[in-house]
Antibody
Framework: EVQLLESGGGLVQPGGSLRLSCVAS????????MSWVRQAPGKGLEWVSA????????YYADSVKGRFTISRDNSKNTLYLQINSLRAEDTAVYYC????????WGQGTLVTVSS | DIQMTQSPSSLSASVGDRVTITCRAS??????LAWFQQKPGKAPKSLIY???SLQSGVPSKFSGSGSGTDFTLTISSLQPEDFATYYC?????????FGQGTKLEI
């Protein structure tokens, strides 16, 4: 059974940083691209970033480019999202999702940016 | 960036109805189109990938069609558990983009 478990969210002040994690199980992690998708309160889904299985290539939405960094540790079956220079508009539930087609999703972790 | 436009934004229906949601891409995306269902407070769930392939475990009442720029999601014989928000998403090219969502209400 595929499982994705995000953690690392919380309340952070504007300009602050967080590192989100997503621990995967139930599939061969290193062979799958992974994505982060976020959802602001009461809003729709926004794709944030993706990384291929080897970790060699990454992709970002323009809204986060230069502030967010996606990475993965295939030895630990873990996906990361380092988020810096946080803004109020980054407040959202952050989900990790498996594969290009986003076949499976985690339960999400809430990031709140507020002073 | 490829823009995804869903219609309608909201839809009222009754148990037993058959409904169709459409999704239009601003440029051709072949069949790199997925559909997701999201219930309040829950993570999205994948229903369809490749425009028409049903995810494992998803009931056959859900069906998808289309290619290029125009796509549809059809749900037959609506049940109470089907009332949710539905999103389309293109994965033809980065940045991936979602439709704005269609809220299916009783």
């Amino acid at each position: 059974e595929v499982q994705l478990l995000e953690s690392g969210g919380g309340l952070v002040q504007p300009g602050g940083s967080l590192r989100l994690s997503c621990v995967a199980s139930g599939f061969t992690f290193s062979s799958r691209a992974m994505s982060w998708v976020r959802q602001a309160p009461g809003k729709g889904l926004e794709w944030v970033s993706a990384i291929i299985g080897t970790g060699g290539t990454t992709y970002y939405a323009d809204s986060v480019k230069g502030r967010f960094t996606i990475s993965r540790d295939n030895s630990k079956n873990t996906l990361y999202l380092q988020i810096n220079s946080l803004r109020a508009e980054d407040t959202a539930v952050y989900y990790c999702a498996m594969s290009f087609e986003m076949d499976y999703w985690g339960q999400g972790t809430l990031v709140t940016v507020s002073s | 960036d490829i823009q995804m436009t869903q219609s309608p934004s909201s839809l009222s229906a009754s148990v037993g109805d058959r409904v169709t949601i459409t999704c239009r891409a601003s440029q051709g995306i072949s069949n790199y189109l997925a559909w997701f269902q999201q219930k309040p407070g829950k993570a999205p769930k994948s229903l369809i990938y490749g425009a028409s392939s049903l995810q494992s475990g998803v009931p056959s009442k859900f069906s998808g069609s289309g290619s290029g720029t125009d796509f549809t999601l059809t749900i037959s014989s609506l049940q109470p558990e089907d009332f949710a928000t539905y999103y389309c998403q293109q994965y033809n090219s980065y940045p991936y983009t979602f439709g704005q969502g269609t809220k299916l209400e009783i």
